[in-house]
């Protein structure tokens, strides 16, 4: 059944951004979704902005590993949806599955398992697996907002068409806007499956629709109008209604993809009218086209065949001996263009052509490698088939990239891992030194003196035993004067003596009356030695810590380097050997498209042969019958 050949990158990129507006919506089906909040976790912000570059394996490499060590709250749900997302977003739906489930049981908002649902059923929609996506689909229930409603009615009308319900997908799709995207899909499919399972009446009137639809407002959209005018005209034609092909055949844009087929159609149909002259113009323009569609091909017999009816045998006969040349070097064309496909130019010339530093769903091929005959590309690569078996491939080899990198960089942890070895071993020493246990000791026993004087000081309000050293020499020299007066007796002058005591005095009520101040510096200075000695004595002990701990943390990490190491190892080859099993599939899937190209070449050679010989055969039957006497 025709539909739409792979998820739309817009649908599939919402999957994953979902994340944003899915954890912050209402609980309710009839209020507004509220809008994202601020991130509030750094490491969710750094996934974000990885998403948002198109950096999809960085972005949830980043965010599982974030999730591991726990640096995602408060915006787990939101990551796991998002993971989900991405995950939905490389086609592993049965990994995403898991996720929405897990989000479900958590107890999460009637929005936010709604979207879940939607998601997961229309990737296993697009997996094929029919079943597994009607499951999904019943677990919605009315909580999704009007954009994904209309895809919801969309998937669950294509799920019917699946089973073989076309009138019930009809009745499904009436509930959709009939200019809406969702609905000139859904009606285009059920049209062409309605004309093939026999309702012919029914689906030409679903294509008409879809085919007369005025301004449409993006391309792909009036590619599905010219394909849906081009089936309605090719149904007709089966019909036997010419005319009626001929008016839905003209809607078609000459520029269009479908083009080509528009234009053979329209021809036949003048032929079928008996109109050869008309259906020369349609297929002259066909016949200068690429060879590589099979329109082409038939319109390079088709005008040979349109003079041939016109009587215009010699021209027919130019024309088709024309054609059976160009089909002769056009087969060899097609054998060169194996050769160096088989060879690996055009996966190899592709990889070159489109670099990318990341994997992903969401890249395309957007520049064709140098080959012997380029223009056979075009039937290749637009194959479904063929693109996503080669994003398999250029995924692998990404892969094959990221290990070898990885790789390096165990080296690089190696040698870091060893130099902090080499640089504990020189440096502890000397930290053990600098932060003796014995010097901590020493350090407390003066610190405890000094405190017990400062207690015995502040009892007994001594201010001498705050004084300073100007202040202690002061005493000391007084001391010494007062002794020298002593011993002279009744020969020391009564004026010294008197200097001498009131000296003393004065230092002493100057020591007296800062006595205050100074037992307050005193406690205060205390209180940085016991601050001072206590860090000495936490250093000292995360010291001996770090003795015993260091060690088995670098053999922790070597054991995870050489467990990580041997896994890479483990997996190089056999990431190789399935990118060369890829290769070899996408390599046999051009070749196989090419194989077909020269198998209608050979047909449309045959054709003309056989066009050939009958124009033979009449020229010679006409000449007999010349030649035949008069009766």
């Known amino acids: 059944m025709p539909q739409r050949s792979r998820p739309s990158t817009l649908w599939c990129r919402a999957a994953a951004a979902a ?8 609980g309710g089906a009839a209020e507004p979704v509220k809008k994202p909040g601020p991130v509030l976790a750094p490491h969710y912000g750094d996934t974000l902005f990885h998403f948002f570059q198109d950096r999809y394996f960085t972005a949830i490499t980043t965010l599982m590993a974030s999730q591991q060590i726990g640096r995602i709250a408060p915006h787990d749900d939101e990551a796991e949806i998002l993971r989900g997302g991405m995950l939905l977003s490389y086609g592993l ?23 879940a649902w939607f998601f997961l059923a229309k990737i296993r929609y697009q997996r094929g697996l029919i079943d597994e996506a009607e499951a999904a689909i019943g677990r919605i229930g009315k909580n999704l907002p009007p954009a994904l409603e209309e895809e919801r009615v969309l998937l669950q009308a294509n799920l019917m068409m699946a089973r073989g319900d076309y009138a019930g997908a009809a009745g499904v799709l009436g509930a959709l806007a009939g200019a ?22 029914q689906g030409a009137r679903l294509l008409d629709e879809v085919g007369r639809t005025p301004e449409l407002p993006t391309e792909e959209l009036r590619s599905l109008r010219d394909k849906a005018n081009v089936a309605l005209g090719y149904s007709a034609l089966q019909d036997k209604k010419p005319e009626a092909a001929r008016v839905a055949l003209e809607r078609v844009r000459l520029t269009s993809l479908h083009s080509n087929k528009a234009l053979l159609g329209f021809g036949w149909a003048a032929a079928e009218m008996k109109e050869p002259r008309k259906a020369l113009v349609p297929w002259t323009e066909l016949a200068q ?35 059976i040349a160009a089909f002769d070097e056009e087969g060899r064309h097609l054998d060169e263009s194996i050769a160096a496909i088989r ?39 637009a194959q479904h088939e063929f693109q996503e078996a080669f994003k398999n491939f250029r995924d692998l080899r990404f892969l094959a990239n990221n290990l070898k990198d990885w790789q390096d960089n165990l080296g690089a942890f190696d040698d870091m891992l060893a130099n902090r070895r080499q640089a504990y071993t020189e440096r502890l020493p000397k930290v053990r030194e600098r932060s003796s ?14 405190t017990a004087e400062t207690q015995r000081a502040e009892t007994e309000a001594d201010g001498v035993a705050f004084a300073d050293e100007r202040e202690q020499a002061l005493m000391a020299r007084l001391k010494e004067v007062q002794a020298n007066l002593q011993a002279l007796g009744d020969a020391a002058e009564p004026a010294a003596r008197e200097r001498a005591r009131l000296a003393a005095g004065a230092l002493t009520w100057q020591l007296a009356q800062e006595y205050p101040a100074r037992l307050w510096e005193a406690k205060k200075g205390l209180q940085a030695i016991d601050a001072g000695l206590a860090d000495a004595q936490r250093l000292d002990a995360a010291i001996s810590q770090a003795e015993r701990d260091e060690p088995v943390r670098f053999d922790r990490f070597a054991a995870r380097i050489k467990d990580l190491g041997g896994r890479i190892q483990a997996l190089v080859p056999r990431v190789a050997a399935l990118s060369n099993e890829q290769q070899g599939q996408v390599q046999e899937l051009a070749v196989a498209e090419l194989t077909r190209q020269k198998e209608r070449l050979a047909v449309y050679a045959t054709q003309a042969r056989f066009a050939v010989a009958q124009l033979y055969d009449r020229a010679t039957a006409a000449r007999k019958d010349d030649r035949a006497p008069a009766q």
Request: negative net charge; hydrophobic residues 45%.
């Open 19 to 26: 994340a944003l507006a899915c954890a912050c919506a209402s």
């Open 93 to 115: 739906h049965r990994e995403a599955g898991e996720i929405f489930a897990q989000l479900i049981e958590r107890g999460a908002s009637p929005a936010v398992q709604d979207r």
């Open 180 to 201: 809406s995207s969702a609905s000139l899909y859904a009606r285009f499919n059920l049209g062409v499956a309605l004309v093939r399972s026999g309702d012919a009446e």
């Open 289 to 323: 086209r690429d060879f590589s569609d099979a329109a082409v091909l038939e319109a390079r017999i088709a005008v040979p065949y349109a003079y041939a009816e016109l009587g215009a045998f010699g021209q027919s006969l130019a024309r088709y001996e024309e054609a």
């Open 343 to 381: 060879a690996g130019k055009l996966l190899d010339g592709l990889i070159e052509r489109n670099p990318g530093d990341e994997m992903g769903w969401f890249w395309n091929i957007r520049e064709l490698p140098e080959m012997p005959h380029a223009n056979h590309l075009t039937q290749v690569l």
């Open 437 to 450: 246990a014995k010097d901590i000791a020493a350090l407390a026993q003066r610190r405890d003196a000094v």
